[in-house]
């Protein structure tokens, strides 16, 4: 076998999707196995560097910069174990959503949840708190059984919710905080199909019927788009029926022509133009027009998403959702703002991940997002001061500027998570800026 694989000076030079965050660590490597991240976290430390590992940079935070030591989890990427009679599937922090998506289906197994995009490495979804929407079926960390992590002191320990149960809490959304995630096990379910409803709706309706449409359906969503009164309303539901997945056709059109290509380039356009914004939404809002299909379950709740962008979200609780969006609404109207990205609506059960952006309560999430090219610093500081009056938790791979003094307060368990990482990270091996920002120094 080959060693872990370093990086020269071009090479290690790092930049997330969306082109917002960039580092030059002093030294870049790819470990094959989970030892060999053991013994470069104990290099590391004998050489007075920090270490991050990266995943595929679908995190618009610096969560993942350096200047030390950053790792790339390009080959620890292999399936260790799958048993179809319990389900729990075990594999390698590097291997990407749609790979386990591939591998659990041709097991007959699938995840209960998740979110619309499946590029993401698996440890780097999780560790940012992805998560999808649902009535029943909560996000990533929620269906994770246990985990294997490299401690700061180069030791490697598993965890789980008999093994070090309060590890276990903490480390499942930790941004690397703890340790470096190096295996996952998930708790899968038997494979299913979902019915998907897609359908425009005013703005009103969905407003009036938000209780319904939430209650109703075991994962609803929905998107505004600005300046207008249009909304696209998505309803997943399992179903027993066959399979009857959207023809080669009308998903190019709809989800590669329209959603990517046109789309686009409308973002091009409107960034030239942004007069024009208010007319293209109310054309995209119309462009995507209602659609029914049957499909395998991350089929359905995953979609392409080729167009760079910036975002920001938050969770709130979900018993404020609905003033929230009217007061959102409202804004709009106040303040000189010209989005043309639209604005995602989402929802989710408790969760017991100590910080979850669910956790311990019923939440709505709430997405804002800009194309990447455009200033977002106005628009999303206005939304933030709206969504933080009401005790809102940033999603910790999104763009927001609180700091451990705010999050403390919105997370009953933060102190115990700061307790547990003086632990086990006196030295911060594991800290970045953004980390002392959100956890402190």
Known sequence: MSPARTFGTQDHIWRNWAGNQRAVPARTLAPRSTEEVAEAVR?????????????????????AVTDGLLLRPDRL????????????VTVEAGLPLHELNRVLDEHGLALANMGDIQQQTVAGALQTGTHGTGRDHAGLASQVAALELVLADGSIVTCSRTERPELFDA???SLGALGVVTAITWQTVPAFRLHARE?????????ERLDELTEANEH?????????????????????RPAAPLSPLRYW?????????????????????????????????????????IDTSYKVF???RRVRFKEQEYA?????LADTLRELKALFDRRDWRISFPIEVRVLPPEDAWLSMAYDRPSAFIAVHVYHRNPHEDYFAGVEELMTAVGGRPHWGKLHTRDAAYLEQVYPKFADFRALREELDPDRRFANRYLSRVFGP
Not at 77 to 88: H, K, N, P
Not at 199 to 207: F, H, K, T, Y
Not at 256 to 272: A, D, I, W
């Open 77 to 88: 990427r292999a399936v260790r174990s799958v048993d179809t009679a319990t389900g729990l």
């Open 199 to 207: 359908e425009p709706m005013r703005w009103g309706e969905v407003l």
């Open 302 to 304: 995953t979609s392409p």
């Open 253 to 293: 059109l709809d989800d590669e022509l329209l959603s990517n290509t046109v789309f686009g380039g409308l973002q091009r356009l409107t960034r030239r133009v942004p007069a024009a914004i208010g007319p293209v939404n109310a054309v995209s809002a119309k462009a995507l027009g209602a659609r029914t299909y």
């Open 220 to 240: 609803f969503e929905f998107y505004w788009f600005p300046h207008t009164e249009g909304c696209l309303t998505k309803r997943n539901n399992r179903t027993d």
């Open 43 to 63: 290099t590391a430390a004998a050489e007075g560097l920090t270490v991050r590992m990266t995943g595929t940079g679908h995190s618009f935070t610096a969560a």
């Open 171 to 173: 480390a499942r959304v």
């Open 316 to 320: 709130i609780p979900r018993e404020h």
